[in-house]
């Protein structure tokens, strides 16, 4: 056992390591606290840690080491803050004069316009966007070189003319060429700036400073802990420091018990966990066996020795595994029992199932007040879990953070850049105002009831408005009965749309002569601040908490670098920005006392009481290696570059590392994404050596030593409920006073073919909305041509040209619902035959003197032995002659009901219609002598008039009869329906379906029709 006591005793290199299972950061902290009592450590000592977080936590276990003793703290460094600005490295002892380094920015933009002149010149594309995207890869190669560079001279890319020969060498002259941005042109576009790239000077910071302390060593203490030495420049540090007269280093986890056999291949397996502190203690110059372990009170904890065993033995090198038989044996079945102590396995079905199981662990541990910590390198098992403790009001943060683009304001920006390109498309309408930035000048209240008008009058459906002015003039010329209809207000409506209008002319007053990405970006956070002030004209709560700091240095940095990067337009411009903005992260301010949602890296030397490893499937734990764009594997090796599977070792050490505590609870889920997943491959070892040494089978992992199922605990909070089919066949009953007591004629169909319809619509007072911004359809078609064939009315005597004016009309119309100039051609071509017909008809009725009706509006009252109910129709045409007699036309686009149908009732539209007509009083007729349909809209259209026909050979119908007959069936059925006995059946009679008819209708689903159809075949029996 080693303490701070001795620790710089004796001649260097000075390397110690602790433990995967101690508190790392207690133990330092403790033995610190010790040093400084005993005047081996002082407040001018420096120590080195791998992230914030764990200088964070370090300071904390100092004060809590030294409790009430008031303390000084050493110096708490990050390596990777080693840079001049940040920590003055003079004041270190290093001395360091660089050009200012340009920012990560400025370089992608740099970068970016190199590849723009580099595609110019080969002819290539000159999208600035794709640019942008190149550039980024770029600066992935220039930062990877510089890791493993040394010296001023950086990386040697001299090398990269002799990379290839033979079949690939003329492919390889293109790539060679384009990687010559930063092989020539970047060190030239840097020193024009004056500028030196950031990632150079923190490595040439590192190596100063190394060649500054061995020189001149310092009379102060140094400590490097917690870090693996992956980076060359760090490790060299980590050599020079464990060589000083008041240096060390404390490595984190190295096993020390692996045969020395086995350790000697580990220069050729880059994959595993021990692969780097291999690299770094032959860096430093000292041998395995000289490497000290620090100990706390869990050094004789022998459940956390055997963990660390056959984590060990698990993760050894591949050609290690053939002497498993042995080593389990050693081991044997009580260790392996000790070592599987507090370590438990849950395999999930799904991702879903999988984040309720974590999140059930972490609420457990809340309640006993105690630590835990999710760690997984996979963002969306994170989210997931977040969002399951949001439903226990159990708000923890990301780590991480969160892509900017996915934060509130993010998502403001999108909106905002949406809009300014298409302000009429109805999707990107209602997104916008459906943000709590976006106000357009007007109070919470108003704003509410106009965007609920706007979506429901105006917006559902397929789009139809080319501007925000033609949106105004629909919605001020709709009828009121339309707003009624839609159930939406008016007023409020109108007001909204005039501040949508008035807000969008003022960002188009500001829009500048857009040349370059830097002002479209201060015309963007311009406009958005237009958008989302408020009814007193403030809006700088947009820029308010973590969101709108990052939002707010974004911007102002991209107007700052991207003054000169230019853009062809503003749909470039934008596209650009809402790239940039996922590149851009989101930090948390604070995270939860007792909770964290941690990556590998950042909980590494962290302490809590459990510990969630989740995610351990291939592909997410261990991620697959990331594909170099530019150079494959061997090019890599070639060029000194890190083998991309170094970092596959890194995640495994990782893994190892906290799979070692105390109380670990590992995680998978056998279906992600709705394909199956694989198990880790460490996982897949883990399980395999355990059941070789203790005879345990690997299935019954997921429940050894787990100190609750949240499984099964899941199981029993959503059990599985085996439900005879037809007792989910709707079957509802309202009471007499809810049943309606209004239909139209379309109505009275539906009541004969689908009840269940009329109780959602009329009963329950639910109608099925259109999609929001929808394509044209058949609803959108249909309608601009009845709307056209209003003008028909206007014609007392049919015009010469009246087939140019018809046509005109349906040009006119088709454009007011929404068509474009490209559908407008096909859809006209097919209208021919339809104008022509119309053209026609009207010319055979003049001499009838019709005097013409369109979409008249009739009503009138049915008295039955239950109540009184009131009908009502819109005839698309009435034609009444000069004796008073009336017919009735209704234009179809679609499928026309037979005679047969008709005379059943059983399409008893035009018959209601009919009787309605005959039984209203104010519009005075004889009688209606005739009904029919026109069929119109495609290539072959007709008229058919009513001739009563019905099936079986029997005698046709009269008017009079079929008027009589729908009188009579009106008031049995309204009587029926009226009686609180009588069930709204889903579709009754499947035999009677209209014709192609499928389940997705929005009533179908609500009646989960699909799932019991095929059952339902005998349900008018009921």
Known sequence: MADFGNIFDGFGPRVYSIEPYENFLQILARDLSHAILENQFSS?????????????????????ARKEIATILPRIR?????????????????????????????????????????????????????????????ADLLDSAELMANGESGPDWSKLDDLVEGELADHWKQSREFLKIITHYWPQRLNELGLCDPANKRRRAIEILAKSWEENPPDFPIIIAGSTGSVPAARELMRVVAGLPKGCVILPGLDKKMPDSEWQKLKEENGHPQRILFDTINHIGIDRKDVKNLYSQCADNENL??????????????????????????????????????????????????????????RQMLEEDKSCALISPNQNIAQRVCEKLQKWDINIDLSSGIPFNKSDLGIFVEAVCEFILNPTDPKTIMALLAHPFAKFGMNFVDKKHGMIGLELALLRGAARDKSLLALQNRAQNLRDKDWQYRRAGKEKTLKLIGAIIKKFDEINSITP?????????????????????????????????????????????????????????????????????????????????????????????????????????????PQAAPIDPFLSRPMRETLGLQSKDLRLGLAAHDFSQLAAKENVVLTRAARRAGAPSVPSRWLWRLKTLIAGASGIDAQELTI??????????????????????????????????????????????????????????????LMPLDPLGGEISAKERGSAIHKALEIIKDWEKV??????????????????????????????????????????????????????????????????????????????RIDIDKNGNAQIWDYKTGSIATDAQISSLLSPQLPVTAWILENQEPFEIKKVSAFGHIKIGNKNPYEQKYEGKQKDKKPPLSMNEIIEKTDNNLKNLLDKFNQEDQIYLSKPRVEFLYPNQTWEDLTDRLARRIEWADAANGGDNE
């Open 305 to 362: 020795i055997f963990r660390r065993r056959v984590l060990n033995l698990a993760l050894s090198p591949k050609e290690a595994t053939a002497s498993w038989i042995n080593e389990t044996d050693k081991i044997g079945k009580e260790g392996a029992k000790k070592a599987l102590h507090q370590l438990s396995l849950i395999e999930a079905q799904t991702e879903e199932e999988e984040a309720s199981a974590i999140a059930l662990h972490m």
């Open 78 to 138: 990050t390596l990777g803050d080693i840079d001049p600005e940040e920590i003055n490295l003079a004041g270190l002892g290093g001395y360091l004069e660089f050009e200012p380094h340009i920012s990560s920015q400025r370089k992608v933009f740099e970068l970016a316009k190199l590849v723009q002149k580099r595609n110019e010149i080969a002819d290539w594309s000159h999208d600035a966007n794709n640019a942008i995207n190149g550039a980024f890869a770029l």
């Open 799 to 876: 015009p010469d040209n009246a087939f140019e004016i018809l046509m005109g009309e349906f040009k006119t119309q088709l454009l007011a619902f929404g068509y474009d100039e490209n559908m407008l051609g096909i859809e006209l071509e097919r209208l021919k035959p339809s104008a022509q017909l119309m053209v026609d008809f009207q010319k055979s009725r003049e001499d009838s003197q019709f005097k013409i009706h369109v979409e008249q509006y009739l009503e009138t009252q049915l008295e039955t032995k239950s109540a009184i109910f009131n009908l009502k129709a819109t005839a698309d």
């Open 44 to 64: 001018d000592a420096i120590i080195f840690l791998p992230t914030r977080r764990a200088a964070r936590q370090l300071a904390q276990e100092f004060l809590d």
């Open 513 to 621: 002569p857009i040349k370059t990405i830097g002002e479209i970006a201060k015309f963007i956070s311009t406009a958005m601040e237009i958008i989302s002030c408020d009814e007193n004209q403030k809006y700088e709560y947009i820029w308010g908490k973590e969101a709108g700091k990052t939002g707010s240095s974004f911007f102002g940095q991209i107007i700052i670098d991207g003054q000169d990067f230019e853009v062809k337009n503003l749909n470039e411009g934008l596209k650009i920005i809402k790239n940039l903005m996922g590149k851009n992260v989101v930090r948390p301010i604070g995270t939860h006392p007792n909770l964290a949602i941690l990556g590998p890296l950042e909980a590494r030397l962290l302490h809590f009481d459990k510990y969630i490893l989740a995610g351990l499937d291939e592909g997410i734990w």
């Open 704 to 765: 050894h030593n787990c100190d609750f199922d949240a499984l099964e605990i899941l199981k029993k909070t959503t059990p599985e409920i085996d439900v005879d089919i037809n007792s989910i066949i709707p079957k509802p009953k309202p009471p007499e006073f809810s049943r309606p007591k209004t239909y139209s004629a379309t109505q009275i169909e539906a009541l004969i073919r689908d009840p269940y319809k009329i109780y959602v619509n009329k009963v329950l007072g």
